[in-house]
């Protein structure tokens, strides 16, 4: 995987990527975005370019190194904590009939800000309204990603001391302006009732395995000794046959 941190050009993701890395697909799709916009600007307008001579950083590298920015103005991406919506009972898409695929799909939303750092607070300021600006006219191009369900307009911070997101900014000479995107991701998931019948009962049996071992019972002594847990843990239920120690029954309905 290409490493975005050195402020190189990001290809927009391929669907495959969105299939088996969807939080970083998300990333290099603003990363690019952001490169792409400034790429149009004209030399003296905070023009980016792949080379030395690009008058403006870009990356998702949080946070900011000094050493590769120099005097530039920088923007990094960082993604917010992502939720599930919750749309559907359980998620589901559909009730299969029994032995069938069980079908699954929300909405996940979060939000991606983009911070502008400068050594001057009106350059970063600037720097947010081109964004969010751009962002709330050309969200279209973004919505046509796989897995994009809708970019929601922009909010832009106030201008504020960037702290800990400039790396060896020692003297507080960097300003950062943050916008917020908040983004939305169609999700899809599938699974068969036998596969899932199947898996919870590995999981029990490994939970099994693991409460009569040793270590386990070693750690469960020193821990009620220092009054972290409880002494002693509730009866156990009697093993069936070929199991041992705690028996835990998840029942699923075929």
Not at 22 to 34: Q, W
Not at 53 to 70: A, H, M, Y
Not at 152 to 177: L, R
Request: with cysteine; glycine share 6%.
């Amino acid at each position: 995987m290409r490493d975005l941190g050195t402020g190189s050009p990001v290809q927009a993701p391929e669907a495959s990527e969105w299939r088996d890395a969807p939080v970083t697909a998300l990333r290099k799709t603003f990363v690019a975005f952001l490169q792409a916009l400034y790429g149009f600007s004209e030399r003296g307008e905070f023009l980016w370019t792949p080379g030395s001579d690009s008058e403006i950083f870009i990356t998702d590298e949080n946070p900011i190194r000094l050493k590769d920015v120099g005097q530039r103005p920088a923007i990094n991406t960082v993604r917010g904590p992502m939720s599930w919506a919750n749309l559907t009972i359980g998620g589901q898409q559909s009730v299969p009939m029994p032995g069938r695929q069980k079908k699954f799909t929300d909405l996940v939303s979060t939000t991606m800000s983009i911070n502008h750092c400068s050594r001057n607070d009106l350059e970063s300021e600037q720097l947010a309204w081109v964004t969010a600006n751009h962002f709330w006219m050309l969200a279209e191009i973004l919505t046509k990603e796989p897995m994009i369900h809708r970019i929601a307009p922009p909010s832009i911070g106030s201008p504020s001391p960037a702290g800990a997101i400039v790396q060896g900014d020692t003297e507080g000479e960097w300003f950062n302006t943050s916008v917020a995107i908040p983004t939305f991701l169609q999700v899809y998931g599938s699974v068969t009732t036998k596969n899932q019948h199947h898996m919870l009962r590995e999981i029990r049996l490994r939970v099994d395995q693991i409460r009569t071992t040793p270590e386990f019972t070693q750690v469960r002594e020193m821990t009620a000794n220092n009054a972290i847990m409880p002494p002693r843990f509730p009866p156990r239920t009697p093993a069936r046959p070929g199991l041992t120690g705690l028996d835990i029954t998840i029942k699923v309905k075929e």
